[in-house]
Every structure is written in structure tokens, then in C-alpha cells.
């Protein structure tokens, strides 16, 4: 299935959406000037506290909130309901079918998602902020704060935030400050993705151009990254010093998985993107960098998940290109031979400063 069937897929299902309540709402009357995307999915735990503090946010202007729930059998459902029904003047709640959020190919196996495009496409305020179902928000000026900035900066068409992550299974709270420049940083960007989705202000418009010119597709692993990359391009990015928010790390996440197979995708995904964007936009002088990059990463993966092949590919190339570190050695090691592996790990893992 190529990109175009997924996109005009996408976009015949989504005029079949309706909104959960209808749409004569008091939300539905209003026009708002920011739009919170909330796409959730099995977040019977955490939804309520993304809702609660998309609602405690004090502005003085209208906010919707776009409320995405991609079919849950846990409960989430029920929870998304009563806040709709409960705050009719904020919450515009569409209840998606799997059998229509989801693309399947010809084999039966999943090709795409489309609740989070979807709830993105159903904006209608000049900004939108974006909060996925288990991640929330800590400051109640948060959108106020990132407002009064992009009205008074047009060349600016995004602006993010510092915020805490929390490790659930270790119960532990780590401050995340982004040491972030401002402005236009794309070159930085294509090396580090210092900008966290949860804490994010972008002009709506931008979105939409990304979405029409196929910067994003129901097939990415990854949807966020490649439209801040995107708006990179387009406009200078700004980042304010405040925590405005909480980044739930779960064990199970498209970046953050058991399970090698999605790992290695997403990990190839992102490197993919990166090579796209700096050929697109003719960063021909960092393409090396970001190779050296991804083959120094492809041996830590192999260190740890024991792939000695990706390993020995890897080390080639860093090779023949001069820029094999003492620590790339000792990884390769301990990647092709289990006996260096178990020397060696203490000793790398002390290297790394856990």
C-alpha cells in the first residue's frame, strides 16, 4: 500500500467522524484560539489527570479541547464520556472505531493509524498544544505563557518548554531541561530531538501544510518528530525555561520498547527522516555526521539486544570512515563475542554514568 492510498484512505474515513454529543455543543459555538489534541488509547489510568490539567489552564482566551479515544476496552471510554458531558462549554470528544482508525493492508496486517492525524485534522483554533492520554500538564499558564509569545513573535511557529519525566516503574521523577537554542535549528534538530511533544505551542497553519504535503502518514512510527522538523524549516522555534508538564515513561512505547523488533524500526525510522530532511533541505555537509551517528548507535543496540551482524556492519563502517572511538571497540566485542560481553558490561555501563 503506497502513501497515497493511505493518505486518501485516511482522509475518506475521516469525514466520517462524528463528535461524541453532537455538534451544537457550547464548545462547537465558540471560536477558539488554541486547540488541546488529546489522542488516547488504553490510558484507563491517566487519562483523567491529562484532562484535569488541560481544564485547570487559566487563559484569557478560548480553548477547545479534542478529545481522540481510539477504541478502548479498558475503561477509558467511560472516563472520556463523563469529562465530555461534564465540561460541554471545553471538550469536543470524537469515540473512534478500530475498524476505521486502523488500515489494514491486503494481508491483514496493520498499515496505519489515524486517531492521531485525525485529531489534529479536527482543530480549529490558530494554535494547537498537544497532550497524548498519559502524559499532563503542571503549570495552569502554560498555554497563556507560550500565547503571549508566538502574538507577539509571527517568525516564530513553535514554541516548548523544560518538564519532568516520570519513570513509572521506578516510581521516579527526573527533571528533563532542554539545553535548547532558539530560532531557526534544523542543522540541531536532525541530530537531537530536544523538543518534547507534550510541552509544545505550534501554529495550527503549519500543521495543516505538513499534513497536506505528506510530512506525516498514518504508516509513521513516529508522527511528532518529523512535523517539528518540518516546522524547523518553515519558521524559527523557541523554548522557554518553564516545567510545564509530565512525560509518563512506560515500559511499552513506540521509543521505548521490550520488544527489539519495534525498537530497531523505530530507531531505523528516525534515522530515516533525519537523511530525508538534510537531503530535502540540502544539509549535504552534516549527512556524514548523521551517518557516523546512527552506525555508533547501531552498535550500542547490538551490545545490548546481541545482533553481531548489525554489529559488524557497523564497525566497518566507522572504520574505512576513521572515526572509530576506544568505546565503539569495546562494544564491538562485546556484541560479537558473549564471554567479552560479560567483562565488559559492568565497565560500559559505568562509562555511560548509571
Same mark, same amino acid.
Given at each position: ?21 453532537? &455538534?451544537?455543543? #457550547?464548545?462547537? @459555538? *465558540?471560536?477558539?484560539? !488554541?486547540? +488541546?489534541? %488529546? ?12 484532562? &484535569?490539567?488541560? #481544564?485547570?489552564? @487559566? *487563559?484569557?482566551?478560548? !480553548?477547545? +479541547?479534542? %478529545? ?41 496486517t496493520v498499515a496505519g493509524y489515524c486517531n492521531w492525524i485525525w485529531t489534529l485534522q479536527e482543530t480549529r483554533g490558530k494554535y ?126 513506540a521509543s521505548n520498547s521490550w520488544d527489539v523488533v519495534k525498537k530497531r524500526n523505530f530507531d531505523n525510522f528516525i534515522h530515516n ?82
Amino acid at each position: 500500500m503506497d502513501n497515497k492510498q493511505l493518505k486518501d484512505i485516511s482522509e475518506q474515513r475521516l469525514l466520517k467522524q462524528k463528535e461524541y454529543l453532537g &455538534d451544537e455543543k #457550547l464548545i462547537n @459555538k *465558540a471560536i477558539p484560539l !488554541v486547540s +488541546v489534541c %488529546v489522542a488516547t488509547y488504553q490510558h484507563v489510568g491517566y487519562v483523567s489527570q491529562t484532562l &484535569d490539567g488541560i #481544564l485547570m489552564q @487559566k *487563559a484569557t482566551f478560548p !480553548v477547545e +479541547v479534542i %478529545v481522540g479515544e481510539d477504541g478502548s476496552t479498558d475503561g477509558t471510554i467511560e472516563i472520556c464520556k463523563k469529562y465530555a458531558e461534564e465540561n460541554p462549554d471545553k471538550i469536543r470528544l470524537y469515540l473512534r472505531d478500530r475498524n476505521e482508525s486502523l488500515i489494514y493492508d491486503e494481508n491483514g496486517t496493520v498499515a496505519g493509524y489515524c486517531n492521531w492525524i485525525w485529531t489534529l485534522q479536527e482543530t480549529r483554533g490558530k494554535y494547537i498544544a498537544i497532550c497524548e492520554g498519559d502524559d499532563y500538564w503542571t503549570d495552569p499558564y502554560k498555554l497563556q505563557k507560550q500565547v503571549d509569545f508566538l502574538e507577539k513573535n509571527p517568525d516564530y511557529g513553535l514554541v516548548h518548554t523544560n518538564l519532568m519525566q516520570y519513570w513509572q516503574a521506578a516510581d521516579k521523577y527526573v527533571e528533563m531541561r532542554k539545553d535548547v537554542k532558539s530560532g531557526y535549528i534544523l542543522d540541531e534538530l536532525l541530530f537531537w530531538n530536544k523538543i518534547s511533544t507534550l510541552t509544545v505551542l505550534v501554529r495550527r497553519e503549519l500543521i495543516m501544510f505538513a499534513i497536506e504535503e505528506e510530512v506525516i502518514l498514518p504508516n509513521f512510527v513516529a508522527m511528532d518528530y518529523p512535523l517539528w522538523l518540518y516546522v524547523s524549516t518553515k519558521s524559527k522555534i523557541h523554548h522557554l525555561e518553564d516545567f510545564t508538564g509530565v512525560y509518563r515513561s512506560l515500559p511499552e512505547s513506540a521509543s521505548n520498547s521490550w520488544d527489539v523488533v519495534k525498537k530497531r524500526n523505530f530507531d531505523n525510522f528516525i534515522h530515516n527522516i533525519r537523511i530525508k530532511f538534510a537531503k530535502q533541505y540540502d544539509k549535504m555537509d552534516i549527512i556524514m555526521g548523521l551517518l557516523i551517528d546512527f552506525r555508533k548507535n547501531d552498535l550500542s543496540f547490538s551490545f545490548h539486544y546481541n545482533f553481531p551482524d548489525i554489529a559488524k556492519e557497523a564497525y566497518r563502517f566507522l572504520l574505512e570512515n576513521h572515526c572509530l572511538s576506544f568505546r565503539d571497540r569495546l562494544l564491538y566485542y562485546g556484541a560479537t563475542n558473549k564471554f567479552a560481553k560479560a567483562i565488559l558490561k559492568p565497565i560500559l555501563s559505568l562509562k555511560k554514568g548509571k
